[in-house]
């Protein structure tokens, strides 16, 4: 690997138009992270001394997804030459490697970008490139016959003998960085989108005797770009299928790996087991030997060791799941922390509650956590019975080893050990239903 200093450029001006959307386009999210906070995690890998990320004007939810890294605005969006362009103040005295990346291209390896370093070498610029069947699209890579890079042309720009070429411009550059602005100055937007190209600049630097070299990709997978919805679902399949390989290889267990959804944070201890249709949003941790039984969701969730959940499980963020705890079909946990050994095994709905260990919460029972203006805390004790159709109106306590009846609306504290019902004695009238079917049907016969 070169010793030159590092600075990386991400051009992210682009609104995106062909995604349809008022977001910027590397915003939308790829396994629940943006698609811009991929490429930064890639840059960074890299150690560089600078990041800078080019927006555009008006888009601070990607100028918070950049932090801490330097964002510089393109005013006007002119190519991502010009993108570059704008990023020269930021780049001021640059010497060394200047590694521009594109927003839109977010599954670039550390290691690929690793070797469009190295494929420079004593040369002034470097162009990544992959090979496609279908190529069209993408900027074509027009070769010398020593195997430098004569020019780059855009698909429109193209000729009908340069669009049969099948090597591409993937979009990462690496530059010299003292010639950069000298070759920026030089780039016309005399084009059919009449945009400042970047791919303009081998044949720039041809013109002063400067070679442009090639470093192509192994998996031309890791190297596509996004610029429709049809793009960004091709690219989340693409991770997904990084994600779940790099789960198997350390150690789950997944019975249909393709039916299972990660995130870009997805924490998994050995011997955890994944049944099929399981989705983890943003924040999951799952501990040694638990099990995830189909359709489940979790967001923002720790478990435990040994805990089983599911099938039909929701768990929601702020779920505490703690070891050898059993939550059941159609049980849904927000903000709550379940003890040790806790059973919730079917339809119930547990929010804002400490939960003791050992405590049984029948089916249909549920947590009363918010009044229409705020929400309240339930205290539950350790080897609690909460029987099947409870209500615990919040803020509530109830004491360790305390009984609640089915069918009970708490309404205040329950202290330890007691029984608490809240509902009416049941009336047992005897003979009351056949007389009932007798009078009916006599009145049916008339
Ligand atoms: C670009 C390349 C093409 C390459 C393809 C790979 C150019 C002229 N073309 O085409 O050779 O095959 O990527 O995916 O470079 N951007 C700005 N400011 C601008 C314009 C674009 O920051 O004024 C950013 C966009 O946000 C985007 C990236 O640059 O992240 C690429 O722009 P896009 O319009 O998608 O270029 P492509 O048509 O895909
Ligand atoms: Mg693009």
Known sequence: ???????????AAGKGTRMKSNMPKVMHRLAYLPMIGWVLKNAEALKPKKIIVVVGPDMPALEAACKPHTCVVQAVRNGTAGAVKAALPALKNVKGDVVVLLGDTPLVTPQTIKGLIKARGKAGISVLGMRLSDPSGYGRLVMN??????????????????????????????????????????????NAQKEYYITDLPEIAAREGVATHVALTADPDEVKGCNSHSDLAALEATLQDRLRTQALQSGVCMHHPSSVFLAHDTKFAPGVVIEPHVVFGPGVSVGEGSTIKAFSHLEDTKIG??????????????????????????????????????????????????????????????TVNYDGFDKHKTKIGKGVMVGSNVNLVAPVKIGDGAFIAAGST????????????????????????????KKKSKAKKK
């Open 1 to 11: 690997m070169n010793k030159n200093p590092l600075t990386i450029v991400i051009l």
């Open 145 to 190: 016959k020593d195997g430098s890079l004569q020019k780059i042309v855009e698909h429109k720009d193209a000729s009908a003998a340069e669009r049969k070429i099948d090597t591409v411009n993937t979009g990462a550059f690496c530059i010299d960085g003292a010639s950069l602005e000298r070759w920026l100055g030089k780039v016309k937007n005399n």
């Open 305 to 366: 060791k040994e805990a089983s959940i599911g099938p039909f499980a929701r768990l929601r963020p702020g779920a505490d799941i703690g070891d050898a705890v059993r939550i059941g079909n159609f049980v849904e946990v927000k903000k709550s922390k379940i003890g040790k050994g806790s059973k919730i095994n079917h339809l119930a709905y547990v929010g804002d509650t400490d939960m003791g260990a050992d405590v049984n919460f029948s089916a249909g029972a549920i």
């Open 410 to 437: 708490i309404t205040k504290d329950v202290p330890k050990d007691a029984l608490a019902v809240a509902r009416d004695a049941a009336k047992v009238i005897k003979g009351w239903a056949a007389s009932y079917r």
